[in-house]
């Protein structure tokens, strides 16, 4: 019997539905929150409120694009947290009352394990493409940095993370010293691409073990440019693409140097990238050549599957579902990180 799975994701500043069946894909929709661009971050109170006014309309068009009854959902999926409080509240709340009138139950999900399981969503031509177990998935986000080891759909080991900032984070940080712009990732990504990036260097934590750490080259960054624009007041402005060229290929850098010791270590060489920064085009061309040079299986996913997406969410809630998980009524969602289960 088929399993049909609707799924909700609003921790952050994403509001999204998506319907699977089985593990296809029938519909995802995304609205995303321009308010925040003007104040150079996601402020939380806006989102909160922006969720409120998308969130009918989003589940709506996701239930029509996928061409069913809302009678033929077996279950809504939902995420529980990580992520902003309030807007985690009104994806949750939402869930809660669809789930009490139609009858049907709740799955609550960590968004980071939607993340990591992103990878299993079926669509038309890439029926075949999902890692098999066990896989190393490097989860790269706004918030989080981990090298997580997947033994099943419900099997999860952070065997590495970030002590201070997530890569995302340092993404946005690099853009916002630079005056970029919100969010900075897509945008340096893009300058990066005409860039050399040998032209500056920067310096490389040392960390123990997998372990990440981004805090060190956000400020070599920011004491670099104090610098040198008192030199020049318009270097930054001269040398955009070479400075986004070389912070961006330092990240990746950092990164692999820590995901080719996982492999080494753990002797797995099934890896996958998720989460907004797997969008990163440089990020994506190095983990394939590295993967090809070294002989691993590289799992890159769809540019619509690496930032916040509900499809991940219904995913991973057909796992649970399936695997007869029963979230009760009286959940609460969390903003800080959640165990994986
Ligand atoms: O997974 P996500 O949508 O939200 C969280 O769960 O955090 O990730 C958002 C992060 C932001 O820091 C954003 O700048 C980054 O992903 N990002 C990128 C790119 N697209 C999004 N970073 C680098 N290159 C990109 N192309
Ligand atoms: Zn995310």
Not at 137 to 166: M, N
Not at 218 to 237: G, M, Q
């Amino acid at each position: 019997m088929s399993i049909t799975i609707l799924g909700i994701e609003s921790s952050c500043d994403d509001t999204s539905a998506s319907v699977i069946r089985d593990e296809f894909l029938l519909s995802n929709v995304m609205s995303s929150q321009d308010v925040h661009e003007k104040y150079g971050g996601v402020v939380p109170e806006l989102a909160s409120r922006a969720h409120q006014q998308n969130i009918l309309p989003v589940v709506d068009r996701a239930i029509k694009l996928a061409n069913i009854s809302l009678g033929e959902i077996d279950a809504i999926a939902f995420t529980r947290g990580p992520g902003l409080l309030g807007s985690l509240l009104v994806g949750t709340s939402f869930a809660k009352g669809l789930s009490i009138s139609l009858g049907k139950p709740l799955i609550d999900v960590n968004h980071l394990q939607g993340h990591i399981l992103s990878h299993f969503i079926k669509v038309p031509g890439r029926e075949n493409l999902q890692p098999t177990f066990p896989y190393l998935s490097l989860l790269v986000s706004g918030g989080h940095t981990q090298i997580v080891r997947v033994d099943s759909h419900s099997s999860f080991t952070v065997i590495g993370e970030t002590i201070d900032d997530a890569v995302g984070e340092a993404f946005d940080k690099c853009a916002k010293i630079m005056g970029l712009g919100y969010p900075g990732g897509p945008v340096v990504d893009k300058l990066a691409k005409e860039g050399d990036p040998k032209a500056f260097t920067f310096s490389k934590p040392k960390v123990a073990g997998l372990n990440y750490s981004f805090s060190g080259v956000k400020t070599s960054l920011l004491y670099f440019l104090r610098d040198r624009v008192a030199e020049n007041p318009d270097f930054v402005n001269e040398n955009k693409n070479d400075l986004c060229a070389s912070f961006q290929s330092t990240l990746i850098e950092i990164l692999m140097d820590k995901l080719i010791k996982a492999v080494k270590e753990t002797g797995i060489s099934e890896i996958t990238i998720a989460g907004g920064v797997s969008a990163n085009s440089g990020l994506r061309d190095r983990i394939t050549l590295e993967g090809y040079k070294r002989g691993w299986k590289t799992y890159i996913p769809e540019f619509r599957f690496t930032t916040d997406n509900a499809a991940m969410i219904a995913i991973a809630g057909y796992y649970k579902f399936a695997s007869g998980h029963v979230t009760p009524p009286d959940i609460v969602p969390v903003s800080r990180s959640l165990d994986y289960h």
